[in-house]
């Protein structure tokens, strides 16, 4: 019976034991727990001051890196109408927008200028070569095509002819896949790299012929490489221009494929 009687005593004790660090921590802590949930009636009011506040409605579109646009031409690039409330707006779904209707666009940001004005910040993929189908196309390193087509070559950009066409056709913003253009592009973009022509222009990379790609340059000088080794074939083409001024009048190719150069006259 006695131990009975202690063992309740001590639950009593350690029950009024911790309802005591409870009243102390809940005084403790009943400033802090005021100060936040005033911060938070006051956080709130300044949201729905600012979604409501005709002040921070939308007046002004602003695009950067696109030459010069009217008010209305800024705003429907964005998809945008004046008096949006800014503070509310989905600056996420504006460039998912834009990106969309502009595929030409290689990066795209959109920022809120307090109290009424976006600002878009567009960086145009720059063209890398030119693919001759019924028309001239440009593309960049990624081979997405680029707006514009010219039915005569585009000056000062490599050529790469033999391309297929797609079978989803030539729109902007599409995607070459065509394995072969894929090799020609980096070809091109090794030989530019490697600065062996010096101040000679790579016209045309000519894949028409898969077994046996080709370069043009100058227009008029074919260097022919096959359809493997390429490195090691520029190498040999580097050798060869060290001691070989390359005139277009007196050469007509320069043949890597074999174990020799050969070089033909005209």
Known sequence: MAKSVRRGRSKNTFSVKVLGVVRRVGVFCLPYFLVLAV???LLGS?????????????????????????????????ELK???????????????????????????RVRRVLPSRIEVVVKRRTPAVQIAF???????????????????????LTIIEGTPVPRGGLYVGARLTDPGTSRALKLADLVRRSGL??????????????????????????????????????????????????????????????????????
């Open 46 to 78: 300044v949201a729905a001051y600012a979604v409501n506040s005709p002040t921070f409605e939308l007046q002004e579109a602003r695009v950067l890196n696109v030459g010069t646009l009217t008010p209305e031409q800024a705003f429907r690039f964005c």
């Open 197 to 266: 022509l010096r101040k000679h222009l790579l016209t045309k990379v000519d894949m028409t012929d898969p077994k046996n790609l080709s370069l043009i340059v100058d227009g008029a000088v074919e260097i022919r490489l096959g359809s493997s080794h390429f490195i090691e074939r520029l190498k040999l083409l580097d050798q060869t221009l060290k001691t070989l001024e390359l005139d277009q009048t007196k050469i007509a190719y320069i043949d890597l494929r074999f174990d020799d150069v050969v070089i033909g006259s005209r």
């Open 134 to 156: 019924s028309r001239y196309i440009q593309v960049d390193k990624d081979l997405v095509i680029l707006p514009g087509s010219s039915a005569v070559p585009f000056k000062n």
């Open 82 to 108: 004046r008096g949006e409330n800014l503070i509310a707006l989905d600056l996420g779904n504006v460039q998912q927008v834009i990106k969309r209707k502009h595929p030409e666009f290689k990066e795209v």
């Open 39 to 41: 911060l938070g009636v």
